[in-house]
């Protein structure tokens, strides 16, 4: 029997500097493991993460706001929702679901890590999992969300032996978008989002991600998701509707494969 409930929330400030963090619960057989993370990327600077399998705390969400408070961590962010949720499942078979809320496409949020104090727009989501990554029918995720002051785009695609994609610009389905090398076509009214080549936040295998948090756990799942990596990366980005800029934001976006 496999379950994971993950949470992933972000900010980005106006002037580029990236928090990423992650609230996991996973049960396989005997193993049960309570991780997160939390990073902290600067431009000019390498980035910087923190992970911890003990005092793990998961976000705790309500109607409008979504807050995490992490002490061993040092984090302590609220997330102020803007847009309505989104919820989908993804994926359901008789040997699991993949369930996905994005609880919050657009907040404005502020998180303190340690004395430094952050703010800008954030994203929030929760994924619910009994369907193991290595029955996963697919082989390549790519996965992100474009934020600024007046929109919200958030994409999902599959590669493999299921392909599919799913993409929300302001909430409103979005059936005829695909993601290319430099953002997003097929919007609606002729939208395109484009985003620079940016910078690198995160490159590793999965496995390394909490290798040094909890080893023992690392041994047992190596041969199943040994071959996980993603490459996240952090982007300025432009909404483009007939050659005109609706607006500039931030773009998170990245590449799981295995």
């Given at each position: 029997?496999?379950?994971?409930?993950?949470?992933?929330?972000?900010?980005?400030?106006?002037?580029?500097?990236?928090?990423?963090?992650?609230?996991?619960?996973?049960?396989?057989?005997?193993?049960?493991?309570?991780?997160?993370?939390?990073?902290?990327?600067?431009?000019?600077?390498?980035?910087?993460?923190?992970?911890?399998?003990?005092?793990?705390?998961?976000?705790d969400a309500t109607a409008d706001r979504l807050r995490w408070w992490s002490p061993p961590l040092r984090v302590r962010g609220v997330w102020h929702r803007l847009?309505p949720t989104i919820e989908e499942t993804l994926l359901e078979t008789p040997a699991g679901t993949?369930?996905?809320?994005?609880?919050?496409?657009?907040?404005?949020?502020?998180?303190?890590?340690?004395?430094?104090?952050?703010?800008?727009?954030?994203?929030?989501?929760?994924?619910?999992?009994?369907?193991?990554?290595?029955?996963?029918?697919?082989?390549?995720?790519?996965?992100?969300?474009?934020?600024?002051?007046?929109?919200?785009?958030?994409?999902?695609?599959?590669?493999?032996?299921?392909?599919?994609?799913?993409?929300?610009?302001?909430?409103?389905?979005?059936?005829?978008?695909?993601?290319?090398?430099?953002?997003?076509?097929?919007?609606?009214?002729?939208?395109?989002?484009?985003?620079?080549?940016?910078?690198?936040?995160?490159?590793?295998?999965?496995?390394?991600?909490?290798?040094?948090?909890?080893?023992?756990?690392?041994?047992?799942?190596?041969?199943?998701?040994?071959?996980?990596?993603?490459?996240?990366?952090?982007?300025?980005?432009?909404?483009?509707?007939?050659?005109?800029?609706?607006?500039?934001?931030?773009?998170?976006?990245?590449?799981?494969?295995?």
């Amino acid at each position: 029997m496999f379950t994971l409930d993950k949470w992933y929330v972000d900010l980005v400030t106006d002037d580029g500097a990236a928090l990423i963090g992650y609230s996991a619960d996973l049960r396989w057989h005997a193993i049960h493991l309570r991780y997160a993370s939390f990073l902290v990327s600067r431009p000019g600077q390498p980035p910087r993460e923190h992970a911890i399998v003990r005092g793990v705390t998961a976000p705790d969400a309500t109607a409008d706001r979504l807050r995490w408070w992490s002490p061993p961590l040092r984090v302590r962010g609220v997330w102020h929702r803007l847009t309505p949720t989104i919820e989908e499942t993804l994926l359901e078979t008789p040997a699991g679901t993949i369930a996905w809320s994005c609880l919050f496409p657009r907040a404005r949020a502020t998180v303190e890590v340690g004395d430094a104090r952050y703010e800008g727009f954030g994203y929030g989501e929760q994924l619910r999992l009994s369907l193991a990554p290595w029955d996963f029918p697919f082989r390549a995720l790519r996965w992100g969300r474009h934020l600024s002051a007046g929109h919200s785009l958030v994409w999902i695609e599959w590669e493999g032996t299921l392909a599919r994609h799913w993409a929300w610009l302001d909430g409103a389905p979005q059936p005829a978008a695909r993601v290319v090398s430099d953002g997003v076509i097929g919007l609606a009214a002729g939208c395109v989002l484009h985003w620079d080549s940016g910078r690198e936040v995160r490159r590793r295998s999965v496995i390394e991600a909490v290798h040094d948090a909890a080893p023992a756990v690392v041994r047992r799942l190596t041969g199943r998701i040994g071959s996980m990596d993603e490459h996240k990366r952090l982007s300025r980005s432009t909404l483009v509707a007939d050659g005109k800029v609706l607006d500039e934001g931030w773009a998170i976006h990245e590449e799981v494969t295995w």
